[in-house]
Nanobody, 116 residues
Framework: VQLVESGGGLVQPGGSLRLSCAAS????????MSWYRQAPGKERELVAA????????NYAESGKGRATISRDNARNTVTLQMNSLKPEDTAVYYC??????????WGQGTQVTVSS
């Protein structure tokens, strides 16, 4: 199983970013996909999650109102659109896959830096 995140980079405050996670080696639609982030010196925290069929999404406080998670099961990808970015959104963003049996996989992460 491989999860590969992309789309990170340097963004100015108030800007937007679209992160993508490409999955391979798993039955993608059978997994809840999530985005987490970890800022320096802080614990990893959930940003958003989406069910296998894409019908249900969940946003943590860090993502409510500014994040949109979506998935394309035909392309085995999950994306995270983040708007109105703030310096405190600076973190490494990770993609996670988890199925009903508890099998769990993480990507290697992509750095997002919000700075002027």
């Amino acid at each position: 199983v491989q999860l590969v995140e992309s789309g990170g980079g340097l963004v100015q405050p108030g800007g937007s970013l679209r992160l993508s996670c490409a999955a391979s080696g798993l039955t993608f639609s059978g997994y809840v996909m999530s985005w987490y982030r970890q800022a320096p010196g802080k614990e990893r925290e959930l940003v958003a999650a989406i069910t296998g069929a894409g019908g249900i999404t969940n946003y943590a406080e860090s993502g409510k109102g500014r994040a949109t998670i979506s998935r394309d099961n035909a392309r085995n990808t999950v994306t995270l659109q983040m708007n109105s970015l703030k310096p405190e959104d600076t973190a490494v963003y990770y993609c996670k896959a988890r199925n009903a049996l508890g099998a769990e996989y993480w990507g290697q992460g992509t750095q997002v830096t919000v700075s002027s």
